[in-house]
């Protein structure tokens, strides 16, 4: 047959369980993609197989679901290459299924000039794989003195401004921000940590006093949150709370909400999947800001996150290489990476029957997408095909050795884990498949 099939260039991903978030549904089917787009998907499409033309790929009931949108990235360029590029970052990204990321500003130099800005997005569009988006400073060199100049910010891509894991002392320069932000409906992002109570190495509690270290307590969170609160009441705009891992947070959060007030806020796998426990012997990769916290905490996040207090799950990946590392806990750097081990450690939550894989995916796509508006995170026509294929019953063992990351720096590096990336698309390109996966559509 002579000339171009009826679909040449689509692509028909079928025998998928499809996981619709925005639908909160999950059901046998298909997806259709067609010029980088999804043109159909459903439990009825191509039931009888795929027509002549279209390029078909059995998933063989492996789960198909909007790829995961990630608002919580640091990578070392520009500044510190050695730890992360943004060429490695998305790599690493692509193989734990995230299509999207949102870039924190703390680099070196930090994102408070337009032209950062415009960096990262003219490396996204060399590199190819993920999606990158960049948040602005929100103040100037992150300093938390004077405003940074968001407004241009803005208009250079910026979806939304913070200061990254410097949290913002003076109440007078959030409320200008919040201000300030609201004239063009910006989102303010704060790591709500009060400076004066946050210097500690690790949670105040028992397993601090037994190890000797000095502790950071929980209530440095909530109080930095409920003087946010207010500022929010104060001045109206949008204000979202980062890395959540408290009881007394979600609880302050949740009365917020019920007031009307527009907050939101995220949280990161540690908090709901380890408890200080795991600094135990020292471990310098369970470093992190905010510290790990009490189980009675890690429990309550948990809640939020089945609850919808908390809207978001982010990987808060921060690489950290061994010089930063291999030293005694108190003079270790904080952070740890996490693109890699965002989904797998998040489906466990759904394998304990905490919450649905639906509502797993609007915490991991759809919400996060809708909060920083971006076009990904969903399954809907004329959508991205911005999606990932996943088996969530394959079982293995995070190791540090396989990590795609420059740095290897997991606070869950060992932990026996269920549920692997088997193939990330984006745009409607296959950035990355897995070597079974592979073999299974070559034979289909």
């Given amino acids: 047959m002579k000339g171009a099939p009826p679909h040449a260039g689509s692509t028909a991903y079928i025998n998928a369980r499809i996981v619709d978030p925005t639908a909160d549904s999950e059901y046998t089917g298909a997806i259709l993609i067609s010029d980088g787009k999804i043109a159909d998907f459903g439990p009825n499409l191509f039931a009888s197989g795929a027509p002549y033309g279209i390029q078909s790929i059995d998933c063989r009931g492996l789960h198909l679901a909007p790829g995961l949108v990630d608002a919580r990235v640091h990578t070392g360029e520009p500044g510190e290459e050695h730890k992360e590029t943004l060429e490695s970052a998305a790599s690493a990204a692509a193989v734990g299924g995230i299509t999207s990321m949102v870039l924190l500003p703390d680099n070196d130099p930090p994102f408070d000039d337009a032209s950062l800005i415009e960096f990262v997005a003219r490396r996204a569009r060399q590199i190819r794989l993920a999606n990158m988006y960049a948040y602005g400073a929100l103040t100037a060199g992150l300093e938390g003195k004077e405003l940074a100049e968001m407004g241009l910010l803005a208009e250079a891509g910026a979806v939304a401004f913070t200061d990254a894991d410097h949290a913002v002392g003076s109440a007078q320069v959030l409320r200008r921000a919040l201000y ?50 207010r500022l929010l009441e104060m001045t ?209």
């Fill in 180 to 229: 300030y932000a609201k004239a063009f409906d910006a989102l303010i992002v704060h790591l709500p940590q009060e400076p004066t109570l946050s210097g500690g190495h690790m949670s105040s509690g028992e397993m601090a006093t037994r190890l000797g270290l000095s502790g950071c307590p929980p209530l440095a969170e909530v109080m930095m949150v409920e003087r946010d609160i």
């Fill in 236 to 444: 109206g705009g949008r204000l979202h709370l980062t890395k959540i891992s408290t009881a007394e947070s979600v609880e302050a959060i949740a009365g917020a909400k019920a007031r009307g007030l527009r907050i939101t806020c995220d949280t990161a796998p540690p908090y709901f999947a380890l408890n200080d426990l795991a600094v135990g012997d020292y471990r310098t990769f369970g470093k992190l800001v905010p510290p790990l916290r009490s189980e009675k905490d890690r429990v309550a996040v948990v809640e939020g996150l089945k609850s919808g207090i908390i809207d978001a799950v982010v990987s808060d990946h921060r690489p950290q290489d061994q010089d930063s590392k291999r030293v005694p806990f108190a003079q270790a750097e904080p952070g740890g990476i996490g693109l890699e081990t965002l989904l797998p450690i998040s489906l466990e939550l759904a394998h304990n029957g905490e919450i649905t894989l639906p509502r797993l995916f609007q915490r991991l796509s759809s919400a996060p997408a809708a909060l920083f508006g971006l076009p990904g995170g969903k399954l809907a026509k004329g959508a991205p095909a911005d999606l990932i294929v996943f088996d969530a019953e394959r079982a293995w063992k995070i190791d540090r050795g396989d990590f795609w990351s420059k740095t290897k720096n997991s606070p869950f590096d060992e932990r026996p884990t269920q549920g692997r990336v088997m193939a990330t698309i984006v745009a409607g390109r296959t950035i990355y498949r897995d070597d079974a996966f592979q073999t299974a559509a070559a034979a289909a």
